[in-house]
Each structure stands twice: as structure tokens, then as C-alpha cells.
């Protein structure tokens, strides 16, 4: 008897909450700017934007005579991410993938690209399982 009851209860719902009206991220940002304002200090809210760079350091798996080899069961966004940026700060290397199955998406998105588009997308060499004979001769 109980547990019919307790089914047929309606669970309330919250009520929304009001959308943000204010340019700030944040109350406090909100409030910082009120008291730059009240002591007439002139200043502008998010107008620069300053690209950074943060230094890392990379180990290959596989060093051949004149390429790297990444080898990749699963292919990350921050390892995509990763090889993107040495690519692009160290373009002279000559890094390929070697996916279990270039394949797989990236994502379960439907119109996701695969391991494999990807590196064409981006310039890369990449194979399946193992490397070409035409890698190694």
C-alpha cells in the first residue's frame, strides 16, 4: 500500500534559474567592476585576448631510422591535441601513427571522423596493426 502511494506522488520541480542579465562571469567580477566604476577608475572588461604557450616535453614510442611512430589503441583529444602543437612547433619530424584500427571514431558523434581521417585531415601518416613494407625498405 505503501509503495502504491509513493508512486503515484508527484516530484515537484525546481523552478528555472533567471538567465544572467550581467556582462561578468561572476558576481564577484560584477562586483569588481561596480567598485572601479564608484571610484571612477577607467577600465575595459575582456577586450585583449593573449595567446600563451605552455612548454612540454614529448617520448616518442618508436624511434626508426628517419620517423617516429605513435602507436594508439585509443587516440585521445589531448594526445591529438599534443601532436598538433609538436607539429606545429617541430615541423621537421616525421611522426606516424600506428592505430589498432584507424577506423574507430573519435567520438560517438554520427558524423564524427575517424582515427584515420583525422591524420589526413592533419597531414599525418598512419596504417593499422603494423607498418607498411614501404615504411621500412
Not at 49 to 72: M, R
Not at 113 to 126: K, M, N
Request: charged share 30%; glycine share 2%.
Amino acid at each position: 500500500m505503501i509503495l502504491k502511494q509513493l508512486n503515484h506522488q508527484v516530484m515537484k520541480r525546481k523552478p528555472p534559474l533567471p538567465q544572467p542579465t550581467s556582462k561578468y562571469k561572476s558576481k564577484f567580477e560584477a562586483e569588481f567592476a561596480n567598485n572601479l566604476t564608484k571610484k571612477k577608475i577607467v577600465f575595459t572588461y575582456e577586450t585583449l585576448s593573449i595567446d600563451y604557450t605552455i612548454c612540454s616535453s614529448y617520448k616518442p614510442d618508436f624511434i626508426l631510422n628517419d620517423f617516429i611512430v605513435e602507436t594508439k589503441g585509443y587516440f585521445s583529444k589531448e594526445d591529438r591535441r599534443k601532436h598538433l602543437a609538436i607539429k606545429e612547433t617541430r615541423p621537421e619530424l616525421d611522426i606516424r601513427f600506428c592505430f589498432q584500427n584507424s577506423k574507430t571514431k573519435l567520438s560517438k558523434a554520427k558524423r564524427s571522423l575517424t582515427y584515420g581521417a583525422w591524420c589526413d585531415r592533419h597531414g599525418f601518416l598512419y596504417c593499422d596493426t603494423y607498418i607498411p613494407k614501404e615504411w621500412y625498405d
